[in-house]
T-cell receptor, first 112, second 113 residues
């Protein structure tokens, strides 16, 4: 089947710390992979995506590389800010499917 | 000029009532979705429509009935509300089916008392 396993939270970091949120997936075919972010009280926004193996998605200083050999799509940022505090969701969309499969979300809190 | 909008934003109601949540997208997308987010933030697909045609109907109680009057709107009607229906409901849309980016509305927080 299709599933996404995401690092359990919550994660608390100091400003300017390095962030990694792990995400691994199980899927048939060649899925596209996504990171969505949900700021407090808001809906989900696409943060970045990658559609094939070895692609790197990047946005706002966040990066994730589609690793087929390890079925992973870990999210990284070199220096987090207080404004990055949010819930981060890893998701996949498989070939021919019509919906996203989400991980359980990881809450990140960045303290000054 | 909001891309995906939902009304209402908050909905507090009694058990047994019937309620509707409306969703509209002005992106010209062909596909729309309803997701449910539970208290632990877990998101799960409920329904998907493509050009007003039902594509996905996950294991959702038949008290939930989506209706798509046109491809820019996908409304969710819930009959006989139960305590367990309390959640945040998100509408989303994408250009086509498949591996497209989905754009989410702000969510409707439903509380059933």
């Amino acid at each position: 089947g299709n599933s996404v396993t995401q690092m359990e939270g919550p994660v608390t970091l100091s400003e300017e710390a390095f962030l990694t949120i792990n995400c691994t997936y199980t899927a048939t075919g060649y899925p596209s992979l996504f990171w969505y972010v949900q700021y407090p009280g808001e809906g989900l926004q696409l943060l970045l995506k990658a559609t094939k193996a070895d692609d790197k998605g990047s946005n706002k200083g966040f990066e994730a590389t589609y690793r087929k050999e390890t079925t992973s799509f870990h999210l990284e940022k070199g220096s987090v800010q207080v404004s990055d505090s949010a819930v981060y969701f890893c998701a996949l969309s498989r070939t021919g499917a019509n919906n996203l499969f989400f991980g359980t979300g990881t809450r990140l809190t960045v303290i000054p | 000029d909001t891309a995906v909008s939902q009304t209402p934003k908050y909905l507090v109601t009694q058990m047994g009532n019937d309620k509707s949540i409306k969703c509209e997208q002005n992106l010209g997308h062909d596909t729309m979705y309803w997701y449910k987010q539970d208290s632990k933030k877990f998101l799960k697909i409920m329904f998907s429509y493509n050009n007003k045609e039902l594509i996905i109907n996950e294991t959702v109680p038949n008290r939930f009935s989506p209706k798509s009057p046109d491809k820019a709107h996908l409304n969710l009607h819930i009959n006989s509300l139960e305590l367990g229906d309390s959640a945040v409901y998100f509408c989303a849309s994408s250009q086509n089916r498949g591996q497209e980016t989905q754009y989410f509305g702000p969510g409707t927080r439903l509380l059933v008392l």
